[in-house]
T-cell receptor, first 115, second 112 residues
Framework: AQSVTQPDIHITVSEGASLELRCNYSYGATPYLFWYVQSPGQGLQLLLKYFSGDTLVQGIKGFEAEFKRSQSSFNLRKPSVHWSDAAEYFCAVGSPSGGYQKVTFGTGTKLQVIP | DGGITQSPKYLFRKEGQNVTLSCEQNLNHDAMYWYRQDPGQGLRLIYYSQIVNDFQKGDIAEGYSVSREKKESFPLTVTSAQKNPTAFYLC???????????FGSGTRLTVV
């Protein structure tokens, strides 16, 4: 069974500092990997996705993530955090299953940005 | 603009009552999903549908029901059998394949 672990429940960074959010997955083959962001009271927005190819993936809002098969990780990074990045971030692993994507979400990391 | 519309945004229900949450998409996506979100638990899959008139149970289907009479619509009914229905409910859709989900803005259900 596929699973996702986000070991950090809550992270606080200063505005302008770099950010790395950790994600480890468990899956038997090459997974589909996603990062989503959720503002309070809103739905989730897709930041980036990895299916195959280049292991460094660029996303929206200046985010990037790197797939490391040997570490079963897909960490999210941003070189300089803005106050508007404060939100909750979810890592997810997916697999095609017939015509449907089976996607499993992590429990989320809440990011606080301080001035 | 294409997207997913969930309504209402806030919903209050008395214990013992059924309530239906609406989800409509104009993205021409084949698959639609319902998730429940509780603090610290991530998203848990309730039901999903790959095509019209067909749907499958997810991980926490007990106390919920769905229908898929049109490609665009996937309403969720929270029945009185659901023991702890207060939660944030998210609807999502996707093409077949692996492009990721598009989410609605959610419905917060509170049982009073």
């Amino acid at each position: 069974a596929q699973s996702v672990t986000q070991p950090d429940i809550h992270i606080t960074v200063s505005e302008g500092a770099s950010l790395e959010l950790r994600c480890n997955y468990s899956y038997g083959a090459t997974p589909y990997l996603f990062w989503y962001v959720q503002s309070p009271g809103q739905g989730l927005q897709l930041l980036l996705k990895y299916f195959s190819g280049d292991t460094l993936v660029q996303g929206i809002k200046g985010f990037e993530a790197e797939f490391k098969r040997s570490q079963s990780s897909f960490n999210l990074r941003k070189p300089s955090v803005h106050w508007s990045d404060a939100a909750e971030y979810f890592c997810a692993v997916g697999s095609p299953s017939g015509g449907y994507q089976k996607v499993t979400f992590g429990t989320g990391t809440k990011l606080q940005v301080i001035p | 603009d294409g997207g997913i519309t969930q309504s209402p945004k806030y919903l209050f229900r008395k214990e013992g009552q059924n309530v239906t949450l609406s989800c409509e998409q104009n993205l021409n996506h084949d698959a639609m999903y319902w998730y429940r979100q509780d603090p610290g638990q991530g998203l848990r899959l309730i039901y999903y549908s790959q095509i019209v008139n067909d749907f499958q149970k997810g991980d926490i289907a007990e106390g919920y029901s769905v229908s898929r009479e049109k490609k665009e619509s996937f309403p969720l009914t929270v029945t009185s059998a659901q023991k702890n229905p207060t939660a944030f409910y998210l609807c999502a859709s996707s093409h077949t394949g692996g492009n990721g989900y598009t989410f609605g803005s959610g419905t917060r259900l509170t049982v009073v």
